[in-house]
């Protein structure tokens, strides 16, 4: 992957998700490590990797995603990663929140709030309208 990545001047992967890129155990964390391993590859080599994750499902008495413990699988997955965003829906609204930087500062959660149907017909009308005026 890396050669292939050279040659065509790729700079950043996203694999989504992470389960469905290797036939390891997700569990053991001996296993997720060689995963890593080869992850580390290609960030020697100035190629970025996003990978998609999932929580682990929620119980009825835990409500609680906020931390790395609540990723599914070992926890060599959140050990090694440089970086953990999580996203949350939540009500009418998604929760984007920083679970771990390892480099900076982690940055307070932001919060976007679904428009009501109506105002969302608003907004659509008015960018269509700009669009036509920028035709013309």
Known sequence: L?????KRNIKFIIFDSLTRIHNL?????????????????????NISVLFTHHHRKRNLTDFRRNNLESMRGSSEIGAQIDTNISLDVEKNRI?????KQRS??????????????????VIAREILNLALAHEK
Request: charged share 25%.
């Open 25 to 45: 155990e997700e569990n053991v964390s001996s296993e997720m490590s060689k995963l890593y391993d080869y992850f580390k590859i290609l960030t020697r080599e």
């Open 95 to 99: 929760i984007l929140s920083q679970m």
């Open 2 to 6: 890396s050669e292939y990545c050279h």
């Open 104 to 121: 900076n500062l982690i940055l307070d959660p932001i919060y976007l709030n679904f428009a009501k149907k109506d105002a969302a017909q």
